[in-house]
Every structure is written in structure tokens, then in C-alpha cells.
């Protein structure tokens, strides 16, 4: 064999290696028959999250958020969808703690003891705004919905996987918690604090049973979720060369779609994975690569940012400096 033949071997090797890491050890922990709950499920990715879990077999599962209407939306086509898995939908506020009782108490009543917890943690907010100005209650709710809530409602569900001895537990991230975020500080702060309190718990309950704790990092989803959203608001708002925004995410730091989120937490599962990143380049985990860049030379951004990433810094400084005019813009 030629010189290149054999580079090119060792070239689609280390591809297929880094591509299919998380899943070389092969499935640890089976879905079917468990009983899951999803928070964040009346739109976006938490929907592909539940009806992937539901495709996979779980028995019963729980949706959770406060658009009640969305969310019966959601259950009744999961219901048509999936007949053999009972959904319930259950309008829950993560900042309330009186719902988040009574979602413990709904789950516990519906899965009884014997069933296996899924707890999937992905109800979230954005706020991108200029940080100086940014209002403290954008602030507070960004770390209390994404970062505070998240682990209460983890908290409330420990014993339920504890006393089983049995769990799984997937919480939904960001890039951003990676990379630098110009105007989505306090987004970034949240999911950073996620990424490392799920590394904390992990590391604290992984031994005490058939528990998997892990944490999903969703880079730039094209078609549905918050982004989508910011992007066709913009759209209203008349924001011009939107096209050349989506380039840039697309092929540099790429993107992904709800499915591949969805998959990532069935992963995190199966195959006990830590963390998962999620998006793909020409069908390569582009954000693992990226990722390990700049652990390695973290200054990489400061100079990235200005001189490749110009269009999505001018979208999101446009997008940002809007808001500070507006009070509402997420559209919702
Ligand atoms: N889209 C992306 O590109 C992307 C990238 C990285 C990470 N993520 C993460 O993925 C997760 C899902 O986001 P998405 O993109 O699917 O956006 P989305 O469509 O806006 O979904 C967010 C979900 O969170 C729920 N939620 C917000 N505040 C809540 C509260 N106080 N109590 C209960 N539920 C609440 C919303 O439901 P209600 O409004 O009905 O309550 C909604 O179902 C988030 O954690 C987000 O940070 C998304």
C-alpha cells in the first residue's frame, strides 16, 4: 500500500474511533419499561426528547412545563404515536416549589415504587442582552430556571432513585457552557453551572446503584427550539443577511436537529456517557474537536470570534442591543 493509502487508513480510523467513542464500551443500561419524566416539554427539543424515550420503550412518562395547552398538544400526539407508553402531562413552573412537590407526588402515585426513574432536566430560558444593562430579573431567571431548578428538581428525585437503587438522570446544557458567548453571559454562567453540578453528582452517585448521571451539550439547533425562535423573531423584526448568520453557525461551528439531542440523552443512558456534545459538520462531532482546542489553547476564541465568527457576533450584538430596547422579544 502507498505512503497516502496508509495516512488515509489511520485518518479513518481516528474518525471513526473519535465518532463512535462514547459507545465503544457498548449498551450498559436498557430504557424499555422505565418510567421517565421530561421537563421543558412543550416545545423545542424536550418533545423530541419524550418521543424518543417513548420510541425506546419506556412505560410511562411524564411532561412537564407551564404552557398547558402546548403541552396536552404534546401528549395527546405521543398518545396516537405511542400507545404502549402512558403519557401524562403535568403543568409544572421548575421555579415553583409547591409544582415541584406535586410532580414528585403525580410521579410517585403513577410509576409506583417498582419502576425505574428517567429524570430529564430541560426546561430552559435564553436571555442574549448587553450584560451591563441586562435587567436583574432577565438575570435571575436565566441561573434560577436553567441552573437552581434544575438541581432542586434533582434534589426531589434523589430519594425516588436512591431508595431504588436505580436511575438515570440527563441534564440538557449548552455549547455555550464551552465557548465564549458575547451578550449570553448569564445563559453561559447557567449552563457552565449545570455542566459542573451534573460532574459533581455524577461522581457522588453513580456507585450507590444502577445510576447514571450525564450531561448533554446541544450546540446550534436549526429547525426548532429557542434559537430557531430567535432567529424568525428576528425575521419579523427585519433583520437583514439572517443567511449569512446560519452560514456561519452551520459550517464552522455547526449545528444539529432535535433528533440528535434526543439521541444524545438516550446515549447518555445506554452507554453511561458523562457528556455528550452535540453538533455535527459534514456528520463529524465538529464541538468535541472544538472543544478539545480551546481546553488546550483557551485564547483561541479571542481571536476566532473577531476575525471568522464576525456575522454571528454582529447578529447576536444587533439581536442583543434590540432587547435593550424591548421588553419582550422571545415570542413567547
Ligand atoms: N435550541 C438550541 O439551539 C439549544 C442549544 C443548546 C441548548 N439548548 C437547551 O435545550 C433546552 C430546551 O430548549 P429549546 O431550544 O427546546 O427551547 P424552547 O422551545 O424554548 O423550550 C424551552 C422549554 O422550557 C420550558 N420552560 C421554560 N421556563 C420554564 C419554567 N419556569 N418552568 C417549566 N418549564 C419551563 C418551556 O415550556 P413553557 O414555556 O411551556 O413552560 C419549553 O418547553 C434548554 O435547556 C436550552 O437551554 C437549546
Known sequence: ????????????????????????LGTRYGVKGKCAVVTGASSGIGVSIAEALAEEGVSKIIVAARRFKKLSKVAETMKRKYPNTETIA???????????????????????????????????????????????????????????????????????????????IVNIASQA???????????????????GFTKGIRAEFRHRGK?????????????TGMYADMQKNSEKKGFENLDEYVWYNKYFVGSSDPYDSSKAVIDSIKYDVPEVNVNYLFGANINRLHSTISEIFPRVWDWVLPNIMVKPVEFTMKLAKLRETEDTFSGK
Not at 412537590?101 to 426546561?123: H, M, P, Q, S, W
Not at 449570553?184 to 455542566?195: E, F, N
Not at 445510576?211 to 429547525?223: D, W
Open 1 to 24: 500500500m502507498e505512503r497516502s493509502s496508509y495516512a488515509l487508513l489511520l485518518v479513518a480510523i481516528f474518525i471513526g474511533l473519535y465518532q463512535n467513542l462514547d459507545t465503544l
Open 177 to 195: 457552557a464551552l465557548f465564549a458567548v458575547p451578550y449570553g453571559q448569564a445563559y453561559a454562567a447557567s449552563k457552565a453551572g449545570v455542566r
Open 211 to 223: 445510576i447514571t448521571v450525564g450531561v448533554v451539550l446541544p450546540g446550534y439547533i436549526s429547525n
Open 90 to 168: 403535568v403543568k409544572v413552573d421548575v421555579l415553583s416549589k409547591s409544582d415541584r412537590v406535586e410532580l414528585r407526588k403525580i410521579a410517585d402515585e403513577k410509576f409506583g415504587d417498582k419502576c425505574v426513574t428517567i429524570l430529564v432536566n430541560n426546561a430552559g430560558v435564553e436571555y442574549w442582552h448587553p450584560f451591563e444593562t441586562l435587567p436583574d430579573e432577565k438575570l435571575d431567571q436565566q441561573i434560577n430556571v436553567n441552573l437552581l431548578s434544575l438541581m432542586k428538581m434533582t434534589k426531589d428525585f434523589l430519594p425516588r432513585i436512591l431508595k431504588a437503587r436505580a436511575g438515570h
